[in-house]
C-alpha cells in the first residue's frame, strides 16, 4: 500500500483480529470497534462512502462496475426484467449504483422510515445490527411481484443471513426463478461457505453472488469481550478528556481517548443552497426509482452542481457533500458531478446512526467522531447520530444533503449537525432534496364516470396498451355521405365532429403501398417514437402518464409505451380522450384523469403536427378547464412523433415523412371511429363517443403496424439515444412556420379559411380520405413519401401541383367553395 498505515492495524494488534483474502482486501477494507453485543469488530469500508470520505468517482465507479457484471452474467434479456434491491442504511446508495450499471433495472431499498398511507410490501430482520427492522415501501405494490431476477446489494456478504431472509419471505411472496446478492466484498466463514447453495436448493432458485474481493475475518478466541472492554476503556478516556475540555464538546464528540480533534476558535458561516431539485424526481429509492426518474437526473445535475458550485467560499481547496442516513444516491451524484466542474477536491460521505468507537490512530478506521442528535423524527424515537472523519479532516467546506423530512428544529439546535459541522469547518452550506412522498390513491370514483374501456370490448388492441376514455356508440348510426359532410360543415349546418365520414376501404393496390410504406418507414418511425419517448422521460416526467389524443395519437402512444416497456422496464398508463377542434378537450375526461392520477404526470400525446391548431385548442382548453375547475397540473404541451410545423418542443422529428398509421382509418387504429361530440349522444357528464367497427376485423392491421414498428427498436436504440440527446441540447422554441405557411398558401389560393389547408403527409392523408379535397400541392422532388397521396388522388380525380417553395411534403386543400355540385354522382372533385 505504498508505506500507507493500513486502517486495520489498531484494531488486529489489540485483539489479534486477522483479514486474509484477496490483495485488494486491505485497499477495500479497514477496521474499527463499536459497542454491540453481537459483534464488537466493524469492517469500515474505504469505498462506500459512509464512514470513510471519499472521492464521489471512486464511490459511484464501485457499484457502477458491480453492476456492470451483473449485467454480463444476466444477459440483455433477463437484465432488462431485473429489479434492484438495497439494503439501508450503509447499501442504499451502493444498490442504486449497481442499478445504474444493470442499465435499465428498478431500484428500490428498504427503510427503516415508516411513511404514513405506504404499504409495507415486506420487511426482515438484519441479524447483527444494533437497529434491525428493515422495510419494504414501494410506491408500486407490482414492484416486486414479478418473475425477472431480483438482485439484493449490500456492502458486505458474511454470515448471509440477512440477505438470505430477505430472499425467503420474498419467494414465498413472489416466486421467480433467479437470484443475484451483490456485495463489495464477500466475507464468509468457510462454515457459511455452502450456505448459498443448499439455499437454493431449498427454494428450487438459482443464487449467484457478484463480489468486488473475497476475503474471511480470522477472530481469536474472546475476541467479543476483549473488544467490549476496550472500548469502554477508550469511552471513559473520552468521556473524561471532553469534561476537561472547553471546545464545546469537541472532543467527546470526536470520542477518541482524549486525543479528539479540537473545534475551530470561531464557528464556521453556516448557509443554505436551493439546489432547485426536478419536480417529480424522488429523493432516493425508498419507494422505488425507476430509469426514467434516473434520466430526469442525469438531465438536471449540471445545473444542481452549478448552484452548489457558485455557493462555495472561492478559496475553498476541500470540499466535503456529506449524505444524510439513507439518502446517499443524490448527495452522491451531486458530489461526482461538483467534482468534475471545481478546482476543490471533493470527497463524499454520509452521516450514521451506527455508534463506533473513534480512536485517532492513522491505524484506525475511524479517526474522529461528531455526535449530534437525530433529526428527522424518526419513528424508534429520539437518538444520537454519528458524523466519522469529518472533524480534523480539513474541510474548507461541507455541503450537508438531507431530505426535506429530516430539515427540523433539531437539525438547527446549538448541538445539531449544522453546528458540530460548523465547529470544525469554516463554511457549511445546507441542501435539501424535497422528500418524495407517493400520492395516495384516491379512494373516491369520479361521480358518474365510467372506467376506460378497453379491448377486445372495444377496440383491437390488448387491454394493456390502451384504456379509451370514451363512450362507446357502436350501435348508433353516425356514418354520413362524404359530400354532404362537407356541405354541412362548411356552410355552417353542422360540426365536423357530430358526424362520421363513411369508413374508406382500401383497395389491394393501396393496401400494398401501405405495407410497403411500413417496410420502408418502420425504422425511422421507431427512432422517431424512441426520441420522442426520452425526451418525455428526461424532462416531464419519470413515470408519464400518457395521454393520446384519440384517434391519430392512439398508436404513438402505444408505441411510446412499448418503448418505455421495452428499454427501460416502465409500465406506463395509457388513456385515449378526444379532442375537438371549436369545442376543445372532452373535460369530463380530464376530470377522470385528475382524480385517478397526478395532473403533473399526464403527458399529452399527438402523431404529428400541421398547422398546430390542435396544439392551440389543447392550450386554451386546459387554461379553461384549470379556471373552471380549481384544478392545476396538467401541461399542455403535446409530444408528437412529428412536428413539421415546428409547433411544439417535444417531438421526435421535425421532418415530415409518411407515417404509415396516416395512410388509413379505424384499421390501423384498433378499429376505432373518429370521436363524436352531439348533444343527444353526449351528456353534461359523458365522455365523448366513438364507435368500435368490429365488422372490419379482417381488414385490420392495427397490431401489425405496431409489431412491425416494435420490431426495430433494438435496431435503432442507439440511434434514438443519440438524438434524443442532441434534441435536449437544442433550442426546440416553437417558430410556428407552419401556420405561417398555411396563412400564406390561403392567401395565394384565394382560399381565406385556415382551417381548409391541411399540411403534411397525414393531414393530406386524412382529407383525401375524409373530406372533398380540391388539389393536392407537394414539393417538389418528393419521391415514394407521396406513392399514396398520388394514388388517393388519382381515384378522386385531384390534380397534384407541384411546387418549388414548399416547408412541408405535401398540403391537402380543402374544396373553398363546396356544394353538392362541385362533385360529380362519384364523389369525384370538379375543378370550378
Known sequence: MNNVVWTGTWVAERLGVELVGDEKLSDL?????????????????????????????????????????????????????AVVLGYAETATGLGHCVADGVGLAPYLHSTRRPVPGVASA??????HSHATSHLLLPEDPDLLAGSGPLVLVDDEFSTGNT???????????????????????????????????????????????VTAASGTVRLPEGVLEKGQALVAEHEAAARESSGSSASSGSSGSSGSSGSGVLAQARPG????????????????????????????????????????????????????????????????????????????????????????????????????????????????????RYAYNVAGAGFDAVVAVVDSTADTPELHAEDGLL??????????????????????????????????????????????????????????????????????????????????????????HYQELFHAALDTSAARIAQAVGAVTELVLAERSPRP??????????????????????????????????????????????????????????????????KGAIT??????????????GVTGFDPEIAVLADPGSCVRTYGTREDFLIPSACLNSTVSGLISRTVLRADLVGEHDFHGAKFYRELAGSDVSVDFLDAVTARFPDVADAA????????AADRTPTWEGWRAVERISEEYGIHDVNLVKPGVGETTRVLLRRVPWKILARAGAGADLDHIRLLAGQRGVPVEEVAELPYTCVGLIHPKYTRGATGADGRAVNV
Open 163 to 209: 440477505i438470505l431472509n430477505t430472499i425467503r419471505d420474498l419467494h414465498a411472496r413472489y416466486p421467480r426463478e433467479r437470484y443475484v446478492v451483490v456485495a463489495l466484498v464477500d466475507m464468509r466463514s468457510a462454515a457459511d461457505m455452502g450456505r448459498l447453495e443448499e439455499f437454493a436448493r431449498e427454494i428450487g432458485a438459482r443464487v449467484d453472488l
Open 616 to 629: 392551440r385548442e389543447l392550450a386554451d382548453a386546459i387554461r379553461e378547464f384549470e379556471e373552471a375547475e
Open 419 to 508: 453546528a458540530q459541522l460548523a465547529a470544525h469547518t469554516p463554511s457549511v452550506l445546507l441542501a435539501v432534496v424535497p422528500s418524495y412522498v407517493p400520492a395516495r390513491p384516491s379512494t373516491e370514483r369520479p361521480s358518474m364516470l365510467p372506467e376506460p374501456l378497453r379491448g377486445p370490448a372495444f377496440s383491437s388492441y390488448a387491454p394493456e396498451d390502451v384504456g379509451w376514455l370514451l363512450q362507446d356508440l357502436s350501435e348508433v348510426t353516425l356514418e354520413a355521405p362524404t359530400e354532404e359532410r362537407e356541405e354541412a360543415i362548411q356552410s355552417g349546418g353542422a360540426h365536423y365532429a357530430e358526424s362520421l365520414p363513411v369508413e374508406y376501404q382500401p383497395s389491394a
Open 269 to 384: 458561516r453556516v448557509g443554505r443552497v436551493e439546489l432547485g431539485w426536478p419536480r417529480g424526481v424522488p429523493d432516493g429509492g425508498r419507494h422505488g426509482f425507476a430509469p426514467g426518474a434516473r434520466i430526469r437526473l442525469d438531465g438536471a445535475l449540471p445545473a444542481l452542481a452549478a448552484r452548489v458550485a457558485d455557493a462555495l467560499p472561492d478559496d475553498a481547496r476541500r470540499v466535503l457533500v456529506l449524505g444524510f442516513e439513507e439518502l446517499m444516491y443524490a448527495p452522491l451524484r451531486l458530489a461526482r458531478e461538483l467534482e468534475q466542474v471545481v478546482a476543490a477536491e471533493v470527497r463524499y460521505s454520509t452521516t450514521t446512526r451506527s455508534p463506533v468507537l473513534a480512536v485517532d490512530d492513522p491505524g484506525y478506521a475511524i479517526r474522529s467522531r461528531l455526535v449530534f442528535p437525530a433529526h428527522d423524527n424518526p419513528d424508534d424515537g429520539p437518538g444520537e
Open 721 to 728: 439515444g443519440a438524438q434524443a440527446k442532441e434534441l435536449l
Open 122 to 127: 415486506g420487511g426482515f430482520e438484519e441479524s
Open 545 to 610: 402518464v400518457l395521454v393520446s389524443l384519440a384517434r391519430a395519437g392512439t398508436p404513438v402512444g402505444v408505441l411510446m409505451r412499448r418503448w418505455a416497456k421495452d428499454r427501460h422496464g416502465l409500465d406506463l398508463p395509457h388513456y385515449a380522450v378526444s379532442i375537438v377542434r371549436g369545442r376543445g378537450i372532452d373535460t369530463n375526461a380530464l376530470r377522470w384523469l385528475a382524480a385517478h392520477h397526478d395532473p403533473a404526470d399526464v403527458v399529452f400525446v399527438d402523431g404529428w403536427t400541421g
Open 29 to 81: 477494507l479497514g477496521l474499527a470497534l463499536r459497542r454491540n453485543p453481537k459483534r464488537a469488530h466493524l469492517l469500515v469500508s474505504n469505498v462506500l462512502g459512509k464512514h470513510v470520505p471519499q472521492s464521489p468517482s471512486v464511490v459511484y465507479g464501485h457499484g457502477f462496475a458491480l453492476g456492470r457484471r451483473v449485467r454480463d452474467l444476466l444477459g440483455a434479456e433477463e437484465s432488462r426484467a
